[in-house]
């Protein structure tokens, strides 16, 4: 048996580009999705032709049974999971008098309890095996403010304080955890900014640019590897010296 990887949220973006580097890499890799069966069948077709024995399965990750549906899932097709990759996530800029409760939950539950969900599903058999590996994928908007991210930053700031404690509990069974906060990523993600913001965000990049989601893939890469052994209960950010 290869490695495994489960990452959520990979049909699409960022996510997508984990999951194929984490092919190239050599990782048996389930793609996880929300409602793009399309694209999660896309990238999991690219993961097979780099070498990989690549799944896709549909869950919300803030469905706890369909979560434990999807690992169950992976370790009947690929293996127990080796590498979690909590990635899946909603955006969105509202103005926090408009925000309704319904929205919010919603933020949190994907993106907090999503963590929160993975997380509890893969560390019984990393705890077993006395390794691992998690990373949280987080944003800069975790680290500083931005007006109407109020909802978005807060959760993006849980999941900071979530991997860091993860990571102190863990370490002594031999798990690491560490969160990845990107920078302004060129995804669908951006696609609801108002007009001009995307490129007032680039100019605003110290260097000049939008992310790809490759560069967040090559980071995971690195975080998940053997050369980042003794790295863990870190927040890594790749944003082009956006939060410096
Ligand atoms: P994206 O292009 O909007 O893609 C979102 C991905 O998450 C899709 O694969 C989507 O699946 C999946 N997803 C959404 N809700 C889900 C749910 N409830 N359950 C399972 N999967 C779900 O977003 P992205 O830009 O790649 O962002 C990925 C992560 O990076 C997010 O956590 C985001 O907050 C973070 N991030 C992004 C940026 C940025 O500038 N793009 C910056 C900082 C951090 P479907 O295809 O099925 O809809």
Known sequence: MGKVALVTGSSRGIGRAIALKLAEDGYD??????KRKDKAEETAGLARGLGSRAVTFQ???????????????????????????????IAGQVQIQDITKERWDRFFQVNVNGA??????????????????????????????ASCESAYSATKAAL?????????????SGIRVNCIAPGVIDTDMLDELPEGVKDTLADETPLGRLGKPEDIAD???FIASEKAGFITGQVITSDGGFVV
């Open 160 to 172: 900071i304080g979530f991997t860091r404690s993860l990571a102190n509990e863990l370490a002594p």
């Open 219 to 221: 980071l995971v890469s």
């Open 116 to 145: 929160f969900n993975t997380v509890q599903c893969a560390i019984p058999h990393m705890l077993h095996e006395k390794k691992g590996c998690i990373i949280t994928i987080s944003s800069m908007w975790g680290l500083r403010g």
């Open 59 to 89: 869950a919300d990750v803030s469905d706890r049974a369909a979560v434990e549906r999807m690992f169950a899932f992976v370790r009947e097709n690929l293996g127990e999971v080796d590498l979690l990759v909590s990635n899946a996530g």
């Open 29 to 34: 890799v389930c793609i996880n999705y929300e």
